[in-house]
């Protein structure tokens, strides 16, 4: 590992991965990752100030009804309703607040609303399936939204995707942004969905799950599940030199 | 304390309704108002058989003309041009490729006593990637590349993959490839 000297400018390197807990690439199994990634080995760059930063200001409107997926269209969606609430955090355990947290997903039927989706399931007048909003001062978000459905893809013979929530999530530096999955506690297809498997180690892959929550759980309405997502963040000691 | 952090997975064949409508896709790095070298670049994505992909999303992180970052961890002290954001995020189209509105940046303090050259930083995503991964864009003639210690980093020969070149009938148009394989593949940065 090449490390620069670092004479004048003040600069606190991130957190680099920890072996395991990210997906390799390519991935055998996830068959489109084949000739969609880098063959060369990556080449390893100590951080600037064009890393440690990143956009953390304003990203365009954000309407009312774009945490409540619920409440975007005349009527209600079908399906099982449910609040998803969490904390963004990086690394060192402090919140990242102001964090944009954008999530897309398909409808309770597996069917996404996009062009492409061939799943002979029905869309919903109802549901469009994307939301967006800004973590308040503790990192906190909320959405609420319903459950979506598992779907067939084409990756290999019967292949179904557990049912998940795409998030997409800005942290304070460029190199902490994430896009993740969110995926339902005791899904069956787990273990048959290279996507999920991607992630070598066990309990990394678990943080992809999230928890049900009888806490954020509402009586005679919605039930509740937990998801805090973990950015990287500033390694504990800043090194400074003169 | 340290917390494990959440893994990277990809973003899909279906990201576009959530990621990048028009309400959600930033086209223009730097509004008209913006101090420096106008740039129009178009950017396009090619996979290992050198064919478009037109499910990616490209996002762009850069300083402002004085090479000044809009984020309260960079300590230069210049005050950041009241009209920069500095940050762009476009899906592709069915040949790649997208646009991206801009300046040049300024040069952005580096490690050690140099400047580094300016330069926009990228972060790639697609469907079929499970991460996204992370290159860099240079200006391809900037005398300031020969000193830049990031570009120091890269051999030789694959320099060139890092670079924009602009378009000879199109003052202030440049282009850049990112080639995910193959022999001009492009370099990425292990951040």
Known sequence: MRHLANERSIITPYRRHEEGCQ??????????????SPSKPLTFLPHTLSEITGPIYGHGQIAETDNDLTRQHAGEPNGERIIVIGRVLDCNGRPVPEALVEIWQANAAGRYRHQDDQHPAPLDPNFTGAGRMRTDENGAYRFVTIKPGAYPWFNHYNAWRPAHIHFSIFGR??????VTQMYFPGDLLFAYDPVYQSIPDEKARQRMVCKFDLET???????????????????ATPFETP | MSLGLTPSQTVGPFFSFGLTTEKCSVRCIAGPEAKGE????????LDGDGVGIPDAMLEIWQADAEGKYNHPDDPQEKTCDPEWRGFGRMGTREDGSCEFETIRPGRVPG?????????????????????????????????ANQEDPVLALVPDERRETLMAHPDPAKPGHWHFEVRMQGEHETVFFDV
């Open chain 1, 23 to 36: 997906p390799p690439a390519p991935y055998q199994a996830y068959e489109s990752t084949i000739k969609r």
């Open chain 1, 173 to 178: 530096a460029f190199i902490s942004r994430l």
């Open chain 1, 217 to 235: 759980t509402q009586p005679q309405w919605a039930l509740g599940y937990r998801f805090d997502i973990v950015l990287r963040g500033p390694e």
């Open chain 2, 38 to 45: 106008r740039v129009l670049l178009t950017c396009r994505v």
């Open chain 2, 111 to 143: 490690p050690g006593s140099v400047l580094q050259a300016p330069h926009l930083n990228m972060a790639v995503f697609a469907r079929g990637m499970l991460k996204q991964f992370y290159t860099r864009i240079y200006f391809s003639g900037d005398p």
